[in-house]
């Protein structure tokens, strides 16, 4: 798939000082770049992000897509062909067979005439049959062209597992690719014959390259934000759809902008129709009605007005990606170079594999990767397994100790035992404490001073990690540090904490704390960690 290049206003550079592997901000796991610090020029060299996707298991998809009616049209004529049936010099079903194809597959009364758009579409799940290789072409020695069934046919019927989406997908990337060529085909046609074969071919091969990115664009943005939705809430209406396609974040839509995405709106309803047949997605068009209404001078509500009741709104368009679609977006992807996790990747080996691949990945939900993990697993093991992971001082520590926190608090008050083991260790006591109390317990001990300041900068560092220091995130917990009347001698303390992130901790208190003065005191406190070292 062509990699999406959403608008995106005003992306921010990553500041100096230490690298922060969560430099890469929530709205880069919806396909934007990881441009920090890039200019436009750069732009191609950038990372797209892709976030994890759950997804149902293999046999579970290869029963979806045998229940695709289109598919299973094409595995039911490919078995009529047994043992060979006549075809013209096209590979394409004679006259006499055509009617018959539309009966067989229901789409035609037993008796009387088939409509013709029975045939046509009887004659369309063929061509498929014969794209897939689910039939085989030839000639007898007597010249007769013939269909008999291919290899491929029998595993399916089968319901073997690989061959059933192998099928499917290839399926589908036809259909894909054919659905943008059909929307190319809508051009005003050359006036001049003179210039008609050259010119126009040129134009329809633009027209069709430009069909292809907005589908695969419109697939991709659906693909991310099905990854982010509630259960339940996968639906999107194509307006929204659209609109995240044209308008740049963080901006309001102008008039100007208001008529591209009712351009895009259109230019996307055939294409996703034709996707909904393979059962990629679920999709309800635009109705029809509302152009009508337009031709006639009727004012229909917009589709950007906020007041439209449900029903109104459906009629504008509703898309929805089906489990099948992901799938079939994702092995796209992975062909094309991509990185595109599913939920649980991570979750697959040890403590020390997990903490470590969830601090350092981009693309990645980190409380659904904990989730996996300590489901089914015994507390005080776990979480021992998951202390022993977290220490350290290498520049994803704090991030670790973090994940483990959370990951601790998914586990609950059967991981007491674990937890108390390490109250007097230096790099985990003070966040066990702080577990501790989050609990209800009672009797925790309190921390000595130097593990209270050890463990400040340390919840700090792994926030700064976390949010990549972003200062809207980090404004509320840098006014809550305590550092009471007297923030001389509470920094002239905090400076001198042996920790990795001292200095870049105190440089983030003096850049945003609201008290000047103690503004001014961190920042000086950060430039003697800085020359201590």
Not at 189 to 202: H, I, K, R, S, V
Not at 471 to 491: C, I, K, M, N, S
Request: glycine share 8%; charged share 30%; proline share 8%.
């Amino acid at each position: 798939m062509a990699a999406r290049r959403r608008r995106n206003a005003d992306t921010p550079a990553s500041g100096e000082g230490a690298v922060l592997p969560a430099d890469l901000e929530l709205q880069d796991l919806y396909g934007a770049f990881a441009a920090h610090g890039l200019d436009d020029e750069d732009l191609d060299d950038a990372a797209v992000l892709v976030p994890p996707v759950t997804l149902p298991s293999e046999p579970e998809l290869a029963e979806q897509a045998k229940a695709v009616p289109m598919l299973a049209w094409a595995l039911k004529l490919a078995r009529w062909t047994a043992p060979h049936r006549a075809v013209d010099e096209f590979g394409d079903l004679t006259g006499p067979d055509r009617a018959p194809a539309a009966r067989l597959l229901g789409l035609a009364p037993e008796e009387g005439d088939a409509p013709e758009e029975a045939v046509v579409e009887a004659m369309r799940a063929w061509s498929l049959a014969c794209d897939l290789d689910l039939v085989e072409l030839g000639t007898t020695a007597s010249g007769e062209h013939v269909a008999v069934p291919g290899p491929d046919l029998e595993p399916a019927e089968e319901g073997d597992t690989d061959t059933v989406l192998e099928l499917w997908l290839t399926a589908a990337g036809i259909v894909r690719e054919l659905a943008a060529e059909a929307d190319s085909q809508e051009l005003e046609p050359t006036e001049d014959p003179a210039e008609a074969d050259e010119d126009g071919l040129n134009e329809v091969e633009d027209a069709r390259d430009e069909a292809a990115e907005l589908l695969d664009e419109a697939l991709q943005v659906l693909y991310e934000t099905t990854a982010f939705a509630e259960p339940g809430n996968e639906t999107v209406p194509l307006g929204v759809l659209a609109a995240l396609l044209v308008v740049p974040e963080g901006e309001e839509p102008s008039d100007e902008l208001l008529g591209d995405i009712t351009d895009v709106m259109v230019a996307l309803d055939p294409m996703l129709a034709d996707l909904a047949e393979l059962g990629l997605l679920e999709y309800r068009p635009i109705d029809p009605e509302l152009f009508d209404e337009e031709e006639e001078g009727e004012e229909p509500e917009r589709a950007e007005q906020a007041e439209l009741d449900e029903a109104e709104s459906a009629r504008f368009g509703l898309v929805r990606l089906t489990p099948l679609g992901q799938y079939g977006i994702r092995q796209w992807l992975l062909e094309d170079g991509y990185d595109a996790p599913l939920v649980g990747d991570l979750a697959r080996g040890d403590a020390a594999g997990l903490l470590r691949g969830v601090s350092e990945a981009a693309n990645v939900l980190p409380e659904e990767e904990l989730k996996v993990w300590v489901a089914g697993r015994e507390p005080v093991e776990a979480a021992r397994e998951l202390l022993a992971a977290a220490r350290g001082t290498d520049a994803y520590a704090p991030m670790r100790r973090l994940l483990c926190h959370s990951a601790l608090t998914l586990l609950g008050a059967p991981a007491e035992p674990a937890v108390r083991e390490v109250l007097d260790d230096p790099e985990l006591g003070g966040g066990a404490r702080a577990w501790l109390v989050s609990l209800g317990v009672a009797d925790v001990p309190v921390p000595d001073r130097a593990m209270a300041l050890w463990t400040v900068v340390d919840a700090f560092a792994a926030q700064l990690l976390d949010t990549g220091g972003d200062p809207d995130e980090l404004r509320d917990l840098v006014a809550e540090l305590p550092v009471t009347d007297d923030p001389v001698g509470y920094f002239g303390e905090l400076w001198r904490v042996e920790h990795p992130y001292t200095a870049d901790v105190l440089e983030a208190v003096g850049e945003l704390h609201p008290d000047r003065a103690v503004a001014k005191e961190a920042r000086k406190a950060a430039f003697k960690a800085r020359s201590k070292g």
